[in-house]
């Protein structure tokens, strides 16, 4: 029992992880944007399918580099020609529109790579378990671990030691201020979207080592990132951080003991959040 | 576009609702096609109550359109097989479900509201996915079929009749819509469009604005999990897909596409938008990628809608942000 529950709470957190990366990525567009990236979902299955086609040439590190960064070129190309359009106008309407791009994109995998789980190969020695004991402690898992929190670590890094980073932030809290100082405030969003993508990139080759590669694997992780925002505060990183491991390690722990509401705890704990402490836990207060 | 005055326009209307059964055929339609249309309409329409007279977002819909599906199957199913009891549950359990819910999101604005219904939403979802015993999990709700209406006098046959259904249904829809447009012309209606145009002067009025909020999403989700009961009437069946987010999209978008600042906008959008799915995906395996452009290309370019864009009323821009 106790080995269920570590076994559980363990992969909660692995699962929290990639909620939180990806949740990240929604918040930082979302912050500076005003956008809700429906779309988010689809360019972490993009993320994945790219790897998954690069392994060949540049093996798994390479891919792991690339396939990110391919990604968030995608991404920036698609904020700049047609996302931006919609910037200022009602939220209404960037919100259609990426929700349309996730349906073209989550057919367009299905189309060129099929509809059936691609296997995802990782290098042999991380797909042995470390330990008897604990087994499901892969070298793969603890290397996932490790890589997404030195990614949150650097992305927090960028965001507070780097010229890019601290005018991201202030854009957030002042567009026009910071325009008016003399950022390219056009740029800026682009680079910022481009961001936000690649950590969808990268959490999307991650997630195609441990469960393989499908159209839609994308598309279910994404509502739980919207719920790891509202959880951890609109307009807060650090929340969507803590939301993120937190709803992961609930939908864990759930498993054990009623397998079936393991998706539904996590909007439960939505709705006391919101009931009780309705910024989020680590909201400013009036922000939204 | 001919100068309609709004009168001879909704006569028009209605005289076109009431004789589709028989010209449908002639445009390649069949009578479950229109009441596909109508029940879709009925719940854009409802959407639209709130999206486009009160001006707030809602992304969320589709729950209680699901949950008057299931609401009425799982009555008919289980407890008294009467069409009338179904749709009555049905329709209750999406009210009470949005009051509820409804506590906990009316303070929430603009993106944020948008987002928290999305959440919602999936609730519903997960407990019809998960809930095999009773719900029949990713299967659906089947096993039951809606039933003739008596009235005591005489009987309604709706099971059998597709005709009988389509007026089944478009009695239900000229109820709603005129419950609808009444509250709107109603002073509770002028002000939720003046929260709509600008929502801190009617504060400043003294108009409790989370209030009215309130009310508008309850009204909009009870006419919602109403095309829900019927939705679910017209297949005899209940799927967990109607509970989805991407249902909830697909209501947004027909009350953009016909014009979200006209009464009749989200029947346009509706009608368009359940035809264009019927022949898209009878035509190709991708038709996700077709309806996903579809969005993309409206949004672009038919920001206003078909009835927006050919109105002769200039109805105002939505508002900057």
């Known amino acids: 029992m106790t080995e269920l529950i570590l076994y559980n709470v363990f992969n909660g957190l692995i699962i929290g992880a990639f909620y939180a990366l990806m949740a990240l990525g929604l918040s930082l567009i979302l912050n500076l944007s005003g956008v809700i990236n429906f779309a988010h979902g689809g360019f972490l299955a993009i993320g994945g399918y790219l790897a998954y086609m690069l392994i060949p040439y540049v093996g798994f590190w390479g891919a792991l580099l690339l396939s990110p960064v391919l990604t968030a070129l995608i991404g920036i190309v698609l904020e700049r020609s047609l996302i931006s359009r919609l910037y200022g106008r009602d939220p209404l309407y960037s919100l259609l529109f990426t929700f349309g791009l996730a349906f073209v994109l989550e057919d367009g995998t299905r189309y060129f790579w099929g509809p059936q789980t691609l296997p995802f190969s990782v290098p042999a020695w991380m797909s042995t378990p470390l330990s008897t004991a604990f087994f499901f402690i892969t070298g793969y898992r603890v290397f996932m671990v490790t890589l997404v929190t030195v990614t949150v670590i650097a992305l927090f890094l960028v965001l507070t030691r780097t010229r890019l980073g601290v005018r991201i932030r202030a854009a957030t809290t002042d567009l026009e201020m910071v325009s008016s100082l003399g950022v390219n405030v056009v740029v800026l969003r682009n680079l910022n979207f481009g961001l936000g993508i690649f950590l969808a990139g990268l959490a999307g080759v991650l997630a195609a080592g441990m469960l393989g590669l499908q159209p839609t694997i994308g598309t279910e992780l994404i509502m739980p990132s919207f719920v790891a925002i509202i959880i951890g505060g609109l307009g807060s990183l650090p929340g969507t951080l803590l939301g993120g491991l937190l709803i992961g390690l609930a939908a864990g722990i759930t498993t054990v003991f009623f397998p079936s509401a393991s998706e539904v705890v996590i909007y439960v704990m939505m709705g006391l959040v919101l009931s009780l402490r309705p910024r989020g836990l680590l909201g400013e207060e009036g922000r939204f | ?321």
């Open chain 2, 1 to 321: 576009m001919l100068r309609l005055d709004k009168r001879a326009g909704d006569a028009l209307v209605w005289a076109l609702l009431l004789t589709m059964p028989y010209w449908i055929g002639a445009v390649g339609g069949y009578t479950q096609l229109g009441s596909r249309v109508m029940i879709l309409a009925l719940t854009a329409t409802a959407l639209n109550f709130l999206l486009g007279f009160t001006g707030v977002l809602s992304f969320g819909h589709a729950a209680y359109f699901g949950l008057g599906a299931y609401g009425a199957g799982l009555t008919i199913k289980y407890l008294v097989p009467s069409t009338l009891a179904g749709m009555a549950v049905g329709v209750l359990a999406g009210a009470v479900a949005a009051a509820v819910i409804g506590l906990v999101i009316a303070r929430r604005r603009g993106i944020y509201f948008a987002m928290v219904t999305i959440a919602f939403g999936q609730v519903f979802y997960f407990i019809a996915f998960r809930w095999n015993d009773v719900t029949g999990g990713d299967d659906g709700l089947s096993g039951w079929e809606r039933l003739p209406i008596d009235f005591g006098v005489a009987t309604w046959d709706i099971l059998h009749n597709d005709l009988a259904f389509y007026y089944w249904v478009l009695l239900c829809f000229a109820i709603a819509i005129g419950i609808m447009a009444a509250l709107l012309r109603s002073p509770f209606g002028r002000t939720l469009l003046a929260i709509r145009e600008n929502e801190s002067r009617a504060r400043f009025l003294g108009i409790p604005v989370d209030r009215h909020i309130w009310i508008s999403w309850v009204i909009s989700c009870t006419f919602a999990s109403l095309g829900g009961t019927l939705y679910g009437l017209l297949n005899n069946f209940a799927d967990p897909h109607d509970l989805r987010w991407d249902q909830s999209g697909d209501f947004v978008i027909m009350a953009v596409l016909g014009g979200m600042r006209n009464f009749w906008g989200p029947l346009v959008g509706a009608a368009i938008f359940v035809v264009l799915q019927d022949y898209v995906s009878s035509q190709t395996q991708n038709w996700m990628s077709f309806i996903g452009l579809f969005f993309m290309i409206v949004v672009l370019f038919f920001r206003r809608g078909l009835l927006g864009m050919i109105g002769q009323h200039r109805a105002p821009q939505p508002r900057e942000t």
